[in-house]
Each structure stands twice: as C-alpha cells, then as structure tokens.
C-alpha cells in the first residue's frame, strides 16, 4: 500500500475553507500519522482547491431511460459527482418489491458509484412500504403529489408509527405540490430530509442525516477517496456555487474527469454499501 497527500491545500469542508494536510491511498483517506509506516509521495497541487465529491439524485438525467443512461452518467461525471443516487418510481403496482431490485442490479456496471431509492405518489405510500425500505437500510424515501386530493386518505398515523420504528427518513422530490407535501410531513411529525430533492447536489445535512457521509460525500478519515480539484483563484466565494464544474474528479483513488475528458470504464461504478462504517468513521481530517 502506498500513501499519497497534499501537504497544505485548501479544501472546504462544512462551508469553510482550510488548509490541511490531506492524507490518502487509492481507496481512503488516512490520519497523517499513517505517512510514518507507509511508503508516500508528495503530490505538488497549489494551483488547486479540494472539496468532496457532489451526491446528486438522478432527477435532471435520470437513469431509467436506458437509451440515454451512459450519456446521463458522463453528464453527471462531467459536474463533478462522485455518487449518483437513481430514484425509481414504483408506482401502484403489487410487484414493487422485485421491480426495484430487478432495477437495482440493471445498473450493474454503470461507470459510477450508484444507490437506489424508491419514489412515489404519496397517495400509494404504505406502511408496508417503510418497513421494508427501512429494514433494507435505504437511505430515504422520496414522494411527491400530482395533485391536492392525493394528500387525503392518507394513513398519517400508521406510516408515522412505522417510520419511527425503521428510522427511514422521507423525502420529497421537486415537484409543483412539493412545499405543500413537505408541509403535511412536517406537521404529521414525519421525519423528513431538510431539504426538497432537485438537480443541485445533496447538502451536506442530507447526505449526515441519510448516513450517506458514512462513505461518501465528505472528506475525512476512512472515507472513500472522492475528492475534486478546482483551479484557485481570488474569487473563493464563487466555489460555493454548486454547479461549477471541477477540473479534476476522483472517485476511490482514479481519475473519472480531467479538464474536459470523461474517463467513463463501463463496470468501474459499485453499489455504495454507505451502511458500512469503519472504525473511527466519524472523525475528520
């Protein structure tokens, strides 16, 4: 194993820009003191700035349209994401179970680490539903409604005694109803993402709360080594802007984008198993 770092770069985390040592092998990043056991190389970036790589949900390209799926995963690649969460309607159908995991293993081999979450009208939300979503340790749940009257004869209250049983947030997605839909969880005590679902990346109170930032999406000890590199400048402010587009990406050690170039390896992207946490995952760098 050889370890690589960045001796004194600046790299945002939580809003903040720091310069740190950051410390990495081709698969984590590492405390520093790893560097005295292990065969390193300074790696020379002070024409950069790091942040971590973008969580996106698939709702501006999404994946299920199988004849666009390659090309919607290097857009996605190109803006910087390091994992890319598909959302999968089920709709009212009986079979939703073995339709999403038939859904799940189709995008084996995709060129990006990926997650699967269930969407839905909220009108076919069951309690069913959040358990076993929850058992399965999904990290949230999406709904939506396409109109007012989809928000009555709702079981309110056996959808809440479940989901505080699973412990499955819920989400919704961006929709024309969808600060209403937010509104009605909200005041029916629903534990539910701070957040409306969209095409700008999931903040980092998200990816927290979902356990996503357990492997993903943050740069600290034990976490995959996703990372991007924007060239510095005086304007620091204007980083913070979600849809600026990094010079370098890496996802787990390789290179996916260098300057305009999408190194897309079909078969390179894995599920994200973030339910795994490694010891001492929740220490930063």
Known sequence: MKAFYFENILIQQ??????KKVVF??????????????????????????????????????????????????R??????????????????TDWKQRFHHYCEELSGIAID????PKMNIKYLTPEMVRYFG????????????????????????????????????????????????QELTESGFQTLSEVISNTPLSAET???????????????????????????????HYCQKDQVPYISIIRGNVVKLNQTIYDNKGFGEFCDHTLKAQFWNKGL
């Open 14 to 19: 939580e809003d903040v820009w720091k310069r």
């Open 25 to 74: 092998t081709e698969d984590l990043f590492l405390p520093a003191h790893y560097l005295d056991w292990i065969p390193q190389r300074k790696i020379q970036a002070d024409v950069f700035k790091m942040s971590p790589g973008k969580i996106y949900a698939d709702v501006e390209f999404p994946l299920t349209d199988k004849s666009l799926q390659d090309h919607y995963v290097r």
């Open 76 to 93: 996605y690649l190109y803006k910087g994401a390091s994992l890319l969460i598909s959302t999968f309607d089920l709709g009212r159908k």
């Open 114 to 117: 990926y997650l699967v979450v």
């Open 135 to 182: 058992i399965q340790k999904v990290p949230f749940i999406l709904v939506y409604a396409n109109q007012i009257h989809d928000l009555t004869h709702i079981p309110w209250g056996w959808l809440n005694q479940m989901q505080a049983l699973v412990n499955i947030p819920i989400g919704c997605i961006k929709h024309p109803l969808s600060d209403l839909v937010m």
């Open 207 to 237: 990816l927290s709360k979902t356990g996503i930032s357990n492997k993903k999406g943050e740069i600290k000890i034990y976490n995959d080594t996703d990372f991007n590199l924007y060239v510095n400048s005086n304007q620091m402010n």
